[in-house]
Nanobody
Framework: QVQLVESGGGLVQAGGSLRLSCAAS????????MGWYRQAPGKQRELVAA???????NYADSVKGRFTISRDNAKNTVYLQMNSLKPEDTAVYYC???????????WGQGTQVTVSS
């Protein structure tokens, strides 16, 4: 079993920055990949960024060049550094993990990011 807890959300002006953190606990070595999703009101949840156990990363086109996903294995934590934030980035951001133990996909509770115009 894997537990995920996000933190770091908040209110920021357009052009500003935030760093989200996701602390993982439980069966850490069962995790294949971790990522960040976001869901804005009335929209589908979308993948923002992901990082595999091997260190490969991928990003949504809308955040390339602005967001960076990273990990600190010693702290069992992944981060999402968000720079040059836009109002369109406003959403609830969820940490997710792909693991080899049931239920295989795990989700954090979500953290609100609001970018003002």
């Amino acid at each position: 079993q894997v537990q995920l807890v996000e933190s770091g959300g908040g209110l920021v002006q357009a052009g500003g920055s935030l760093r989200l953190s996701c602390a993982a606990s439980g069966s850490i070595f069962s995790i294949n990949a971790m990522g960040w999703y976001r869901q804005a009101p009335g929209k589908q949840r979308e993948l923002v960024a992901a990082i595999t156990s091997g260190g490969s990363t991928n990003y949504a086109d809308s955040v390339k060049g602005r967001f960076t996903i990273s990990r600190d294995n010693a702290k069992n934590t992944v981060y999402l550094q968000m720079n040059s934030l836009k109002p369109e980035d406003t959403a609830v951001y969820y940490c997710a993990a792909d693991a080899v133990v049931p239920p295989y996909d795990y989700w954090g509770q979500g953290t609100q990011v609001t970018v003002s115009s």
